[in-house]
């Protein structure tokens, strides 16, 4: 017995995929790049601020915080959570997320406007940082509070209307 003629050989069709790939890639990121702003941070520690050429600013001035525009002009709600945190660790290195909500909502915010990550583990150990967004004039100012630096930067609020993803505990 014979077996059957193997069937005809197929023409690879590897090379229209990968020129189309090699077409539309450059576009797909191209498109990506430019469609968000890239935020800025700027960081500073409990006893001393710093301007973002990296020489100190002087005394009783914070470091300039973006907003989404692109300017570097702070807004209210950047500056005032910014000085309502750096007053907190300058007293409280590590503070519980508990006392970051005292002490934003002695700044003036209202709590629905306050997210605050969990200042301990699941285990019961400190975090080593604690997160912070608070929602404010059509932007989010977010931070992150770690062994008494705070560090802030200024992003749009998400579609959910919110500045933390996921679920959150108020």
Partial sequence: MTSPAPAPLRRPRGRRHMALAALVLPVVIGMAACSTPVPTVSSSSAGSAGSTDGTPAPVGQSTPVASPSGSAAPSAVSSAVAAALQALVASTPQPSREQVRQSLSLAGFAPAAVEVSASRTPTGLAADAV???????????????????????VLPVLPNGRCFVGSIQR
């Fill in 131 to 153: 997160e912070v967004g608070v929602l404010g004039e059509g932007e989010c100012v977010m931070a992150q509070i770690r062994s008494g630096t705070v560090e802030s930067s």
